[in-house]
């Protein structure tokens, strides 16, 4: 006679919390330290404690709060823009047969195109001033925000808004009380991906002709070989995305808590 | 003022075909008001599909259906669904959804709470008029689901295979409630099952349809009153084997067809 | 095997008869590809490295910022660039030695050109010292075209200040931008302002050369180069100074009015140029001749233009930390002006 071997369990992976935050710091502690110690060549890659220092003299200098209002503006009106022009189009391609092919059609093609190579046609189209930018913001936002926001339409169960019909709900009805809270998960899933996106695009949107922006900080810091202003300013686009994330993790427990 | 429906429906020469694939062959059946009129047939006769023709979710290839009757003056959705799935909006309360039907009537809100409270309270849910359907049991969703459907005082309630989802001790309960909220309401109902015993415990009329294409291909009468019927009596288990007889080969033969409907 | 090799070579390296030595490896030499380092093209051509017994093998790049980042990064030896703050803040790391002259803005030469918009011109931008409060499409920050600037406002005493810079990253984005109105002003070379003007896209309204005497591109080898190889280094410097001599030959006689002479030697020139640019294009002869500019004798470096730069962009805030500038630039291996 012999027992009987337990052979389950594993595959189901549990979020530990303040493990992220922890193992943040302790890379960030044991860089500075492998820094200090004189293990990595601080010539091309600057310690912490010099990124932060950059960090302090940006902040104090003003000009920290110069490049992150005009980045944060381009970010929202882009990203909202982007992501308004993007649920319209979702919808109406979930709706309407007669949208849906054609209008899948061009997304499918357009969806790939790297936006960065669109640049220089934003520029000519639409300037060098605030439009191009906030285009090619909202151009990359607008593509995943098409494809997430048909997928959630297309998620939405038929017997959901059959039971609709059956209890005579108008078009407009079954619209806002069936498919839109039936696609919104789908709808926030995708924030995640478009705020991204924008953070990623900031640096092509400032590319051109940005005088102020985290983006052209980047840009400029890095042809001048700036390496601690450089990691200072990616250090902030990172942060920016960390926060932008954390807030869609808010309002995702507020607007589904129902999941 | 209409104080009570009593509304029949009567299907005229009805046919349906899903592309090539004929469900109904010309159906007419009077289904009488007030009554419960039971569909059972071996899977794919098509019983479903008629279910949404009387309602008017699907549009028939031939033939039509028509109601006549008076219709209460509070009656805010005369051919009111069941679902099999239940059909709850995952992102209402078990309140929500039930008042959803008189948000379309355009009910006030507090005649809307009221009726609400009202139909809760009769299906015995009045506890959980904030809880979310996921921290439900399926028998208590579809208590949700026929709660929804009697707020808004139907004139005719189409019950698409209500218990079918649900395990058998479920449904053995919710079979005893359903027959007394039915009789309590005095509604036209027409129940669509597979399940014989249900259709003996509850069919006034019963409407055996044949394998694809859909035909009647008898009508088995009970006349007992709902109110006292119980698993077991004599009658009723003569009806199911009755039942039994008139769709056994049809279901036999379904079983061994491809499922490609 | 290799082993054997190698003792072969240096055998034949060590015998008389062997000729002209042959280097273990050849030296990679970053340059845009652009008429600016002629001479180098001239000296390759003519096999004047050939004949020091270095093998040298072009890199082209397109843009002048990644020639020094390639540099650090080991992918060439010696290079052909503008002295940029990104240029500045690598060699103060120690990484690059400015070791040569290259082209020179000098008055006479209309080799970079301020255009002005149509719109802006018309609206009084007729002249240099009107550029305050007015947009100005540069490359980067920190760019030669960011220095050039910054020289015309210190010899038109306005404040660089008093000019909005808009960064395009690329001459076409620029050429675009000023033809389009969307900047008032820019800066480029001869050979696509003089089009532009003649189109009536946009103006010149000054060149540079004609207010900041400015070196426009400096030789400059890697640290390890001339820790390793200082010989080669020593003989690439001495066909550089060949190739000089023939590009001076060529291009920069002038008669008693100051027009330059053209004549067989000029021809021959070109032809050694278009093998590296302007291939196959039947303008090229003319194109070439609108970007000649300056080289001093003998490939000198001006010592104190290359100081004068590195003070302004650390002036400018463009280049950070204190930088020796004796410690960025090694006279060694080609005279000083």
Redesign the interface.
């Known amino acids: 006679m012999r027992e009987v071997g337990f052979r389950g369990g594993g595959f189901a992976p549990r979020n530990l919390p303040f493990a992220g935050a922890l193992t943040l710091v302790l890379v960030v502690a044991s860089w500075q330290i492998a820094a200090s110690l004189g293990w990595i060549s601080t010539r091309f890659l600057p310690a912490p404690l010099a990124i932060i220092q950059a960090l302090v003299g940006l902040a104090q200098s003003g000009e920290l709060r110069l490049h992150l209002a005009a980045s944060l503006s381009r970010l929202a009106w882009g990203w909202a823009a982007g992501t308004a022009a993007g649920l319209m189009v979702g919808f109406a391609l979930g709706l309407f047969s007669l949208a849906r092919t054609p209008g899948l059609a061009i997304v499918s093609a357009l969806f790939p195109v790297p936006k960065i190579a669109l640049v220089p046609l934003f520029i000519v189209w639409f300037g060098i001033g605030e439009g191009s930018k906030l285009v090619t913001l909202g151009f990359g936002v607008f593509f995943p925000t098409v494809i997430n926001t048909l997928a959630g339409v297309d998620g939405v169960s038929r017997s959901l808004i059959r039971m609709g019909q059956s209890f005579g709900l108008s078009r407009t009805a079954i619209l806002t009380k069936i498919v839109l809270p039936g696609a919104l998960p789908a709808i926030l899933a995708g924030f995640r991906i478009t705020t991204a996106t924008a953070i990623i695009l900031l640096v092509a949107a400032e590319m051109i002709g940005a005088e102020y922006g985290i983006g052209a900080f980047v840009l400029s810091a890095g042809n001048l070989y700036d390496t601690d202003a450089l990691l200072a300013g990616i250090t902030v686009l990172s942060l920016l995305g960390l926060s932008i994330s954390w807030a869609i993790s808010r309002l995702e427990r507020w607007l589904l808590a129902w999941r | 003022m209409t104080a009570k429906s009593a509304v029949a429906l009567s299907v005229e020469a009805v046919s349906h075909s899903y592309r090539d694939l004929r469900a109904l062959d010309d159906i007419t059946l009077a289904i009488p008001a007030g009554e419960v009129t039971v569909l059972v047939g071996p899977s794919g006769c098509g019983k479903s599909t008629l279910l949404g023709i009387l309602g008017g979710l699907i549009a028939p290839s031939q033939g039509r259906v028509l109601m006549e009757g008076p219709i209460a003056d509070d009656c805010l959705n005369p051919l009111t669904y069941v679902f099999q799935d239940f059909a709850l909006l995952p992102w209402r309360d078990v309140g929500g959804n039930v008042a959803l039907g008189l948000e379309a009537a355009g009910l006030s809100r507090d005649a809307r709470a009221a009726r609400v409270a009202e139909v809760l309270a009769l299906t015995g849910l009045g506890a959980f008029a904030t809880a979310w359907p996921k921290q439900l049991s399926g028998g208590m969703r579809q208590r949700v689901g026929i709660a929804r459907a009697l707020a808004v005082h139907p004139a005719v309630l189409l019950m698409d295979e209500p218990l079918s989802a649900l395990d058998a001790q479920t449904r053995a309960l919710l079979l005893e409630e359903f027959s007394a909220l039915i009789t309590a309401s005095g509604v036209t109902t027409v129940y669509v099952t597979h399940t014989l015993s249900e259709a003996a415990l509850l069919g006034q009329q019963i409407v055996v349809l044949s394998r694809r294409p859909g035909r009647i291909r008898d009508i088995v009468r009970i006349n007992r009153p709902l109110a006292g019927r119980r698993v077991g009596d004599s009658d009723l288990v003569a009806v199911e084997a009755r039942l039994w007889g008139l769709i056994r080969d049809d279901a036999a033969d379904a079983a061994r067809e491809f499922a490609d409907a | 095997m290799t082993l054997r090799r190698r003792a072969l070579l240096a055998a034949l390296a060590a015998t008389p008869f062997a000729g002209p030595a042959r280097a273990a490896a050849p030296i990679r030499l970053g340059v845009l590809r652009t008429v600016s380092p002629a001479p180098f093209y001239i000296a390759h051509s003519r096999g004047f490295f050939a004949a020091q017994g270095v093998e040298v093998e072009f890199k082209f790049f397109q843009a002048a ?1 990644p020639i020094a ?1 390639a540099a ?1 990064a080991g992918d060439i030896d010696v290079g052909v660039t503008a002295l ?3 240029f500045f ?2 060699a103060g ?1 120690g990484e690059l030695q400015v070791i040569g002259g290259g082209l020179h803005e000098t008055k006479g030469f209309e080799l970079t050109a301020v255009l002005a918009s149509r719109q802006a011109y018309d609206a009084g931008l007729t002249t240099l010292d009107k550029l305050p409060g007015h947009s100005f ?1 540069i490359t ?4 030669s075209f960011h220095y050039m600037l910054g020289q015309l406002a210190a010899a038109k005493k306005f404040d660089i200040k008093s000019v ?6 690329q001459v076409p ?1 620029m050429v ?2 000023v033809r ?1 109105g ?2 008032d002003a820019t800066m480029a070379i001869a050979s696509m302002a003089r089009p532009l003007e003649a189109a009536g896209e946009a103006k010149i309204i000054g060149w540079v050369g004609d207010y900041v005497p400015y070196q426009i591109t400096a030789l400059f080898a890697t640290a390890p180069m001339i820790a390793t190889r200082a010989d080669d280094l020593q003989k690439f410097c001495r066909a550089y100074q060949a190739g000089v001599a023939a590009y001076r030959a060529a291009f920069l006689r002038f008669d008693a009015a100051g027009k330059p002479l053209y004549d067989a030697a000029t021809d021959a020139a070109i032809t050694d140029i278009t093998k590296y640019v302007y291939t196959g294009d039947p303008a090229a002869a003319s194109k070439i001749k609108a970007g000649i500019g300056w080289y001093d004798l003998g490939g000198a470096l001006d010592v104190a233009d290359v100081k004068a730069q590195l003070a302004w962009f650390a002036a400018e805030g ?3 930390g204190p930088i020796d500038p004796d410690g960025i630039i090694d006279t060694r291996f080609l005279p000083t002006r």
């Not at chain 3, 980067?140 to 760019?143: A, E, H, I």
């Not at chain 3, 909005?164 to 990253?169: A, E, S, V, W």
């Open positions: 910022q980042a650090v940029t703050g990104g803040a690598l790391k499409g980067q920050f920190g760019s909005t810079l808009r960064p395009l990253q984005n675009a931008a389009s969307q900047v463009l280049v950070k």
